[in-house]
């Protein structure tokens, strides 16, 4: 079984300061939800946020994204996603898989105006002054929920990595697009 993004044949958007858009359905992310996620990222060496909604690099090339006290993303934007089928039993006491490499699309969206095309259609203020690197929102873009985490790529710039369930993937691609509008070269 081969995996395909559902944003399979958008290109990458680039535009003025910086700003680009970018498809990384493809990376590796996977999670744990439960009573004792946190005790057992742990014992797994996951360095992990202090509160939930934030996110922290763990590992090499990697992040450890908190959603709740009981529910954490992996992500390795650096890795390719599995093809396997994710675990369908618990993985500890109190410890079960969470899809979400399967249920969301990743996109990424970096440059000095990401906040400024974010405002367009997001009522959370991304400004790096109100929501500073390692900020997670669980909010709406363009009547759409997402997550949205502040982060640094594997270049060290400021980025925002969206999720978005999969079927809604192609017309929240198409929203940003066109909020970028005014900085395409």
Same mark, same amino acid.
């Not at 990376?27 to 996951?46: F, I, N, P």
């Not at 996109?107 to 000095?112: A, I, S």
């Given at each position: 079984?081969?995996?395909?993004?559902?944003?399979?044949?958008?290109?990458?958007?680039?535009?003025?300061?910086?700003?680009?858009?970018?498809?990384?359905?493809?990376?590796?992310?996977? *999670?744990?939800?439960? =009573? %004792?996620?946190?005790?057992?990222?742990? /014992?797994?060496?996951?360095?992990?946020?202090?509160? &939930?909604n934030q996110i922290v690099a763990s590992g090499e090339s990697g992040f450890v994204m908190s959603l709740s006290h009981r529910e954490f993303w992996l992500l390795q934007p650096d890795s390719e996603a599995s093809s396997g089928r994710p675990?369908?039993?618990?993985?500890?006491?109190?410890?079960?898989?969470?899809?979400?490499?399967?249920?969301?699309?990743?996109?990424?969206?970096? *440059?000095?105006?990401? =906040? %400024?095309?974010?405002?367009?259609?997001? /009522?959370?203020?991304?400004?790096?002054?109100?929501? &500073?690197?390692?900020?997670?929102?669980?909010?709406?873009?363009?009547?759409?929920?997402?997550?949205?985490?502040?982060?640094?790529?594997?270049?060290?710039?400021?980025?925002?990595?969206?999720?978005?369930?999969?079927?809604?993937?192609?017309?929240?691609?198409?929203?940003?697009?066109?909020?970028?509008?005014?900085?395409?070269?």
């Amino acid at each position: 079984m081969s995996l395909r993004s559902p944003l399979e044949g958008c290109q990458v958007i680039e535009g003025l300061g910086g700003l680009l858009l970018r498809d990384v359905s493809l990376a590796r992310r996977e *999670g744990v939800r439960g =009573a %004792g996620a946190r005790e057992w990222l742990l /014992s797994q060496g996951h360095t992990l946020p202090d509160a &939930p909604n934030q996110i922290v690099a763990s590992g090499e090339s990697g992040f450890v994204m908190s959603l709740s006290h009981r529910e954490f993303w992996l992500l390795q934007p650096d890795s390719e996603a599995s093809s396997g089928r994710p675990a369908s039993e618990a993985v500890a006491a109190g410890v079960w898989p969470l899809y979400c490499q399967h249920s969301h699309a990743w996109l990424q969206l970096g *440059g000095e105006p990401r =906040a %400024g095309v974010m405002a367009k259609q997001c /009522s959370v203020d991304l400004s790096e002054a109100a929501f &500073p690197p390692g900020s997670v929102a669980q909010t709406q873009v363009a009547r759409v929920s997402v997550i949205i985490a502040a982060h640094q790529d594997e270049n060290d710039q400021p980025v925002f990595s969206i999720f978005v369930d999969q079927s809604l993937a192609r017309y929240l691609w198409e929203a940003i697009e066109d909020a970028m509008g005014e900085w395409r070269e």
